[in-house]
């Protein structure tokens, strides 16, 4: 224990949960050892933030990807376990600071579990949210957890700084990490050529998100749409960007229902993105990321019935589509739940491929909500804001 002691004062421990936080975690680690290499990283999270340099005590990605209150509770067991662990590790090594990357039942807390920001702030640890949960549209209450255990929000969407503001928690804009991460190296061509795609067909992603309970719900629908979609324009061909976190053979086992072909691919996953003609996208920040490509797109998504009432009953906004709620416009179509058939996903899909006009204007609405979010750069600035709270803890210490 006298080695953690030494080392407490530059270390940070950092708690993600999913591939997205993993991911932001990843790119932020890189930036935090850039600027002092001598920093300790440590947290939870998944293979990239173990990559970029941390000591992970639990893989959250892959043990730990929840999806709605009904999975959280049954997986209480396992995320209680993981919980007392990392709360053990923050009394034993006492980091400087602890920063939070969405996850926001583990990380705040529910009536599960105190959570992680709770249990560092006891401890006289500096809190810093990042990428804070979404409580300007639902669970509002969380806010309280916010102001009264968080040091510092910074927050990634550009509306988020006032709302947290008027409601008492130091916040501020930052941006987005994704313009940090979606590094586009080919064309469209380039893309094409490489993958074996005909460059003579539009192109339509099929993208049904990141946990494989998502994949199973959603991806038998985008199935029957594209061939819905097909049937109608039979110069389209499919893509499907498979994310990491789903193993190649749920994927395949679920292609063997089309009756189209589909594509799988497994790199330059932002590339391929950017040279889609549209596509078809489970509700999260893949949304984001797709808008931020300027791929026009239709959102959809599927949940437990019971987590889809509890939700339904807390929303507070008229959106759930993270692209429309930055662009407080409906940009991209949602189909939610009951909506969400194979017909109708295939008629929105064709109301955008069969009008170009709708497809320009649809661009360029992507590309003004693109403006808003601050340019590349947020990593970095996370990255500085986090050591200078290291930095004031030594010199309190």
Not at 101 to 123: C, W
Request: aromatic residues 8%; proline residues 5%; charged residues 25%.
């Amino acid at each position: 224990m006298a080695e953690a002691s030494a080392q407490n004062g530059r270390e940070i421990f950092i708690s993600a949960g999913e591939l997205s936080g993993d991911l932001i975690a990843s790119l932020l680690i890189e930036q935090l050892l850039k600027l002092d290499p001598t920093l300790k990283i440590s947290g939870l999270g998944g293979e990239r933030m173990e990559a970029a340099g941390a000591t992970i005590l639990h893989n959250m990605v892959k043990e730990l990807a929840i999806i709605g209150f009904a999975e959280a509770v049954t997986k209480y067991p396992k995320v209680k376990r993981v919980f007392d662990e990392a709360v053990k590790y923050l009394r034993e090594h006492r980091p400087a600071v602890v920063v939070l990357i969405d996850y926001p039942g583990f990380n705040l807390g529910t009536f599960l579990i105190s959570g992680m920001a709770k249990e560092a702030h006891d401890l006289g640890i500096k809190v810093v949210y990042y990428v804070c949960p979404q409580v300007w549209a639902w669970h509002q209450g969380r806010i309280k957890r916010i102001r009264k255990y968080v040091d510092k929000a910074l927050v990634i969407l550009p509306f988020e700084e006032g709302f947290m503001k008027r409601h008492g928690v130091d916040a501020e804009f930052v941006g987005t990490p994704w313009l940090d991460l979606m590094t586009i190296t080919m064309n469209r061509e380039q893309v094409f050529e490489h993958f074996g795609l005909d460059p003579n067909k539009r192109l339509v992603g099929l993208l049904p998100g990141s946990r494989r309970r998502e994949v199973e719900s959603l991806l038998p629908t985008m199935l029957e749409a594209a061939e819905k979609i097909y049937a109608k324009c039979p110069d389209v061909q499919f893509v499907i960007p498979r994310a990491t976190t789903v193993r190649r053979e749920i994927v395949e086992h679920l292609l063997t229902l089309a009756q189209v072909p589909v594509k799988v691919v497994e790199s330059y996953r932002y590339n391929v993105r950017a040279a889609m003609d549209m596509a078809i996208v489970a509700s999260g920040t893949a949304t984001l990321e797709t808008g931020l490509l300027g791929t026009p797109m239709i959102i959809v998504y599927k949940v437990a019935y019971l987590s889809w009432l509890i939700g339904k009953s807390l929303v507070k906004i008229p959106y759930i589509g993270l692209i429309n709620i930055v662009a407080g416009d409906m940009i991209a179509p949602e189909l939610i739940q009951e909506q969400c058939t194979p017909q109708n996903v295939a008629d929105s899909a064709l109301a955008i491929l069969t009008d170009p006009r709708e497809v320009e204007r649809v661009k360029y609405q992507l590309a003004m909500v693109k403006e808003k979010m601050g340019g590349r750069g947020a990593s970095e600035r996370v990255a500085r804001h986090v050591i200078d709270l290291v930095n004031a803890a030594e010199v309190d210490g």
